[in-house]
T-cell receptor
Framework: QKEVEQNSGPLSVPEGAIASLNCTYS??????FFWYRQYSGKSPELIMS????GDKEDGRFTAQLNKASQYVSLLIRDSQPSDSATYLC???????????FGAGTRLFVKA | SQTIHQWPATLVQPVGSPLSLECTVE??????LYWYRQAAGRGLQLLFY??????ISSEVPQNLSASRPQDRQFILSSKKLLLSDSGFYLC??????????FGPGTRLTVL
């Protein structure tokens, strides 16, 4: 059974701090890795994708991938109350059809 | 730009009644289409995906079915709903990487 594991949280950080969200996956042949943000009652929104080892930065977001450790993380710098949401980690095979989602980590940013 | 529509937004149905949820995508051709279900507090469960008209792959055996009568139309159906069918149903599309893009979802309650 291919799995994606995330700490359910909630993770609580003060405004302006760095939020660190982590994810591990079981399928070693996974090729594509994604982070989605889901506000309460809304559908998931793609915020980051990463395909190779290392860091990828986009604004206040940095995705980190370590395939040897089967580990993906998302860093949110200068966290804002509007970042409060559930963050879903997703892992896909080469074709991209079968994407496995983690259950998500709830993040609260306190003003 | 691409847009994905789902309807209805909310639905309350009695056990044993039929179901039809519709999803349409605008602004792209030959998308891959997906149906997911998200139970309360849970991750996304892939139900069906389609790479073209009439081509449906089922991921989870259950009392649901899917059809793709047109290139950008994806329908989720059931002949008889169960209590366990309650959840947040999400349609998504993709063409190539990165990632999948979700519609607004249908919140289904089976009583």
């Amino acid at each position: 059974q291919k799995e994606v594991e995330q700490n359910s949280g909630p993770l609580s950080v003060p405004e302006g701090a760095i939020a660190s969200l982590n994810c591990t996956y079981s399928d070693r042949v996974s090729q594509s890795f994604f982070w989605y943000r889901q506000y309460s009652g809304k559908s998931p929104e793609l915020i980051m994708s990463i395909y190779s080892n290392g860091d990828k930065e986009d604004g206040r977001f940095t995705a980190q991938l370590n395939k040897a450790s089967q580990y993906v993380s998302l860093l949110i710098r200068d966290s804002q109350p509007s970042d409060s949401a559930t963050y879903l980690c997703a892992v896909s095979n080469t074709g991209g059809f079968k994407t496995i989602f983690g259950a998500g980590t709830r993040l609260f940013v306190k003003a | 730009s691409q847009t994905i529509h789902q309807w209805p937004a909310t639905l309350v149905q009695p056990v044993g009644s039929p179901l039809s949820l519709e999803c349409t995508v605008e602004g792209t051709s030959n998308p891959n289409l997906y149906w997911y279900r998200q139970a309360a507090g849970r991750g996304l469960q892939l139900l069906f995906y389609s790479v073209g008209i009439g081509q449906i792959s089922s991921e989870v055996p259950q009392n649901l079915s899917a059809s793709r009568p047109q290139d950008r139309q994806f329908i989720l159906s059931s002949k008889k709903l169960l209590l366990s069918d309650s959840g947040f149903y999400l349609c998504a599309w993709s063409v190539q990487l990165p990632g999948q893009f979700f519609g607004p979802g249908t919140r289904l309650t089976v009583l």
